[in-house]
């Protein structure tokens, strides 16, 4: 079934241009900007979650100084990313 569907789907996705035109579709760069900071907030917000998984303390590995300042600066540059995109 996966490459029926798959035969099927690729024609139909390079033919369709010809199939008919979309009227009044105008490219406008705010989409772009909107796209971006949407995608910037998505990769921020997971490289924070994986900053804290990366700190979760375990039996042989205890959360110390130096872990805990790594956790805050991992966080301190996430914050300074998404302060530089809205400036």
């Given at each position: ?7 099927t789907a690729?024609p ?5 241009p010809l199939?008919?035109?979309v ?5 406008e760069?705010?989409h772009f900007v909107?796209r971006?900071?949407?995608l910037?907030?998505v990769?921020?917000?997971k490289?924070v ?8 303390g375990s039996t042989?590995h ?7 300042l790594?956790?805050?600066?991992g966080?301190?540059?996430?914050s ?7 400036s």
């Open positions: 079934m996966g490459l029926g569907v798959l035969a690729v139909v996705l390079y033919l369709s199939l008919g035109r009227r009044g579709f105008v490219l760069p705010h909107e971006h900071a949407l910037l907030l990769v921020l917000g490289s979650a994986a900053i804290g998984i990366g700190t979760q042989t205890p959360v110390n100084a130096p872990l805990a790594g956790l805050a600066l966080i301190a540059v996430a300074g990313l998404w302060w530089v995109r809205l």
